[in-house]
């Protein structure tokens, strides 16, 4: 396991010495002042990397995370892939990696993207890849309800679904009118009846290339996908540009930030005022827009599409310090926090004066009831039970843990310290996320901190580096460092979910939706798939269908004729929990795995004579090596 003492050894590589030379400068030396902070997006955060801490973690603390063998982790961790395009997930407190869920990308190990089944989710002429970044559970009543996990495609304006009990993608979504949905979240209350997608950048409409020169006609939207159909019920077309967004306790509020209200399409455009905003977003009256018929539509799309730019009555515009990034709701329901990243502070909202604000009672401002100073870079917050916050400053690549209520009263002029600790990370974190920490079953026991760069803390494996995911033990009154977690690209952010509130299944049920498509085939074909072994044709298609039970297919061979579409439908009839099969025609680019009581398929051309393999590619048994069988191409 982990030994952080080993960052006490001598001095024996280069990386090392390297480290040492940089840590002699201060990094707020680095940035040079208040300057650096518009620097950020450029130079400063170069700068700060090279000077980042690097301090040891020397700690006593990894016997929290002792997990022994065994034992089963206290909860699962739903971790963003990034633009890997999967989801993953681990057991906390061990980090250990669990399972990986093949989202947006291709998997040879599921064969997600090569199997029909898959194909039939990802849709006709998919992109092949994505690039995820915010993974969400649905919740009922403001808590976890197990039933699904959402997570977006930045790369290609997509939303997906994966459904909780086996954790498999069974739902994706491409949002019209839009380029790159990034921030996303789901409704608390009552009920996930919609996902909240920002997409963020302007575009125009349409985009046929006939005005691309009038920036200022640019826009972008804000969608509600609906979590049970997974269509866009309807579009919000919004001033600036969207980044995150979270929703309220109360289910009547959405909202985002932008980072470029200046509607700016370079770099030092989007810096320039030293606000942009958070846009919020009146779900009930944007319901009632729609019904009464107050649309657009844009394009082909059949999507309402409402007007909610300022000056509208279905949101209002909060202006906010300068960039901001994240936008938290704390598990209490009273208040959420917008990220400043190029500004220090986080701007503490109060939830319950958005009703005022659409009143016209008090002005955007008036929902402020705090702005205070944390540090440089904040990016997002997490909570505990206990009313602290902890907000990531990537820049001074710390984790600031802050007093909500003592932040408000300090914002009034009293003299009060709301900072309660900085605890150096390794380094420049993005996300962070507690233990239950986006709903109402907040239990304040561990934070996870995304950073970003890994530099020194593992051995490297050539330019590339891992990022350091690092548990953090915050249940007493100091935050402990527990563990470096290594990930592969990139887990923009995560969740942790309880495990008493995710129940998968052990095996599959033979109705299971996403094979349904693949039965309706096999009866139209007269094939029963759970007792026939049986080659159907049809013109120059061909239909195998096998059964397996370890250690071996129903068929050990078959017959086709070169030039033939061969589909292979593999049902495995083992009713023993992980006896999962595989199939994988040799040297055909077909390759899946088919879990005890799952049917699955997969198509490839026969287009050379001879004798080809197939093979189970899961082990399964004693004799998985000996599961295989031959597939005979006659010449055309
Ligand atoms: Cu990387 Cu939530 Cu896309 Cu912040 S986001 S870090
Ligand atoms: Cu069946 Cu390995
Ligand atoms: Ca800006």
């Known amino acids: 396991m982990i030994n952080p003492k080993d960052k006490n050894l001598p001095e024996i ?34 700068g700060s990397l090279l000077t980042a801490n690097v301090q040891a973690a020397g700690n006593s603390n990894a016997a929290h995370i002792n997990v022994g063998p065994g034992e089963l982790d206290e909860y699962y961790g739903f971790w963003s892939g990034g633009h890997s395009g999967e989801v993953r997930i681990l057991g906390l407190p061990s980090m ?9 990308n ?12 898959s194909k039939a989710v990802l849709g006709e002429n998919a992109p092949l890849g994505g690039d995820c970044h915010h993974p969400h559970m649905s919740m009922t009543d403001g808590q976890y309800d197990g039933k699904y996990v959402f997570i977006n495609d930045k790369a290609n304006s997509r939303v997906a679904r994966i459904r909780g009990d086996i954790m498999k993608t069974d739902k994706i979504t491409t949002i019209p009118n839009t380029q790159a949905i990034h921030g ?12 909240f997608a920002n997409a963020e950048f302007r575009i125009p409409h349409p985009n046929n ?21 997974m269509e866009v019920d309807w579009q919000v077309i919004v001033d600036g540009n969207l980044d995150n967004t979270d929703a309220d306790y109360t289910g009547k509020y959405a909202f985002s930030t932008c980072y470029n209200a200046e509607g700016a399409v370079d ?4 810096m320039r005022d030293e606000r942009d905003h958070l846009v919020i977003f009146n779900i009930e009256r944007i319901e009632a827009a729609v019904k009464a018929g107050n649309f657009q539509t844009l394009g082909d799309s059949k999507v309402p599409v409402v007007n909610g730019r300022k000056g509208s009555d279905l949101t209002a515009y909060v202006p906010v310090p300068k960039n901001p990034h994240g936008i938290n709701t704390a598990p209490g329901g009273k208040y959420a926090v917008a990220n400043g990243k190029l500004s220090p502070t986080v701007t503490v909202f109060e939830l319950a004066k958005f009703d005022a604000l659409f009143d016209g009672s008090i002005k955007p401002r008036d929902t402020v009831v705090a702005e205070v100073e944390l540090g440089l870079g904040p990016l997002h917050t997490a909570f505990d039970n206990r009313g602290n916050a902890y ?13 909500v209520e003592k932040a408000i009263r300090a914002y009034k002029g009293e003299k009060v310290n709301y900072i309660l600790q900085k605890l150096d990370v390794h380094y420049q974190p993005g996300h962070n996320h507690t233990t239950m920490g986006e709903t109402r079953d907040a239990d304040g026991k561990y934070l996870i901190s995304l950073c970003k760069f890994s530099k ?45 509130k995710v129940k998968t299944a052990k095996l599959y049920k033979r109705d299971d939706p996403t094979f349904a498509g693949t039965v309706a085939m096999a009866k139209a074909d007269g094939v029963t798939l759970e007792t026939d072994n049986k080659v159907i044709r049809d013109g120059n298609k061909v239909r195998v269908y096998m059964t397996s039970v370890a250690p071996s297919y129903g068929m050990d061979q078959f017959s086709v004729k070169q030039g033939d579409e061969v589909t292979v439908i593999v049902t495995n009839l083992d009713q023993i929990e992980d006896v999962t099969h595989g199939f994988c025609m040799v040297n055909h680019g077909a390759q899946m795995e088919i879990s005890p009581q799952q049917t699955a398929s997969i198509t490839f051309k026969a287009d050379r004579p001879g004798v080809h393999w197939y093979y189970c590619n899961w082990f399964c048994h004693a004799l998985h090596m000996e599961m295989r069988g031959r597939m005979l191409v006659e010449p055309a």
């Not at 990094?27 to 950020?40: E, H, P, Q, S, Y």
């Not at 770099?267 to 989007?270: P, T």
Request: proline residues 3%; negative net charge.
């Open 13 to 46: 590589d280069t990386q090392d010495s390297q480290a040492s030379e940089h840590v002699k400068l201060s990094r707020r030396l680095f940035l040079g002042g208040g300057a650096a902070l518009v620097g950020a997006g450029a130079a400063g955060l170069g």
């Open 96 to 104: 250990r990696e669990l399972m990986r869920i093949p989202v947006f």
């Open 106 to 117: 291709v998997d040879s190990a599921t064969g997600w993207g090569l199997t029909n089944e």
């Open 184 to 195: 996303l979240r789901v409704q608390k209350v009552p009920y996930t009846k919609y996902i």
């Open 209 to 229: 290339g006939l005005a691309m020169d009038a920036i200022d006609k640019y826009y972008t939207l804000f969608s509600a996908v609906n979590a049970e159909t």
């Open 267 to 270: 770099l030092a455009g989007s």
């Open 391 to 403: 907000t990531t400053l990537f820049i001074d690549s710390q984790i600031c843990k802050w007093d």
């Open 456 to 500: 020194d803390r593992f051995l490297q494996c050539g330019p590339l580096h891992a990022e350091n995911d690092q548990l953090i033990d915050i249940s007493g009154d100091e935050m402990k460092l527990l563990h470096d977690g290594p990930t592969y690209a990139e887990p923009h952010d995560c969740m942790i979910v309880h495990r008493s």
